[in-house]
């Protein structure tokens, strides 16, 4: 039986085109047949695959997660973004990632997804899904968006805004970041919501538990209509009067990693955080200062 790997990248990029060659050449010498993925393609579009390898930015891995999810392929990115969150492996590392990919020589984290519904006033829904967030933000940007925030069933509050972000722990160092929302250990199973610039003294950010459900009411009095995003890439209409519910997927992606480092660490690498002069505690668990 074949053996083929999934190859998903930022394609017009000169750098992205000489790591797929290269990642090319480590598949082949493995006896791995390499699959391309065009840019329009889906699920049903592709041959089988049991492995899937990035190259590029995190866009790139969130639509490798398209790609991907529901199945059991591991994904593993290799960054030739910026900060690149999601990836495993840097640009120089391609011929190496690829190498203990193929030999099975890695770990599977799986992240949670989740699931998004858009009832609409007229009795129809749409549906859709994220691994970082779901956005909801107004469709008209001279316009302000009033919603209405429940969890579990019970009304939270209302405000104006520009937006709200619901994200996975996956999401909390994207979109959510950015809105002002913490940074959340992958392992904590929970979901944030974050308001965009909210006109309201209560809007600051929630974390709530696996199996709540958080709803977005775009309110009849709304100046604009809305738009909720799906990871940056699917989108739904939010008309007045709809209502977005999201809650915690059962299916899940399943990210390839090569290196058992904990967050933290990632943390301080991908942002540059300062940590020179950090003296540590000794294994036997007392300070690390000299006479203490």
Known sequence: MTRRALVVTHGGR???????????????????????????????????????IVLGGDGTILRAAELTRGTDVPVLGV??????????????????AVRRL????????????????????????????????????????????????????HPLSSFGCDGVVASTATGSTAHAFSAGGPVVWPDVDGMILVPISAHALFARPLVVGPRSRLAVEVLDRSSARGL???DGRRQLDVPRGARVEVTRSDVPVRLARLSLAPFTTRLVHKFGLP??????????????????
């Open 14 to 52: 000169e750098e992205a085109v000489a790591a797929t060659q290269e990642a090319v050449r480590e598949l082949e010498a493995a006896g791995v047949e390499p699959v391309l993925a065009p840019d329009d393609c889906g699920p049903d579009d592709l041959p089988s695959f049991e492995l899937a």
């Open 79 to 96: 960054n030739l973004g910026h900060v690149g969150f999601l990836a495993e492996a840097e640009r120089d590392d391609v011929g190496e």
């Open 102 to 153: 193929t030999a099975g020589d890695f770990e599977v984290e799986e992240r949670g997804t989740l699931d998004v519904r858009v009832l609409h006033p007229d009795g129809t829904v749409g549906t859709g899904w994220a691994l970082n967030e779901a956005a909801i933000e107004k469709a008209d940007r001279s316009r302000m968006l009033e919603v209405m925030l429940e969890v579990d069933g």
């Open 228 to 230: 909720v995003t799906c």
């Open 275 to 292: 940590v020179s002069g950090w003296r540590g505690r000794p294994a036997g668990g007392g300070s690390a200062r000299t006479g203490e």
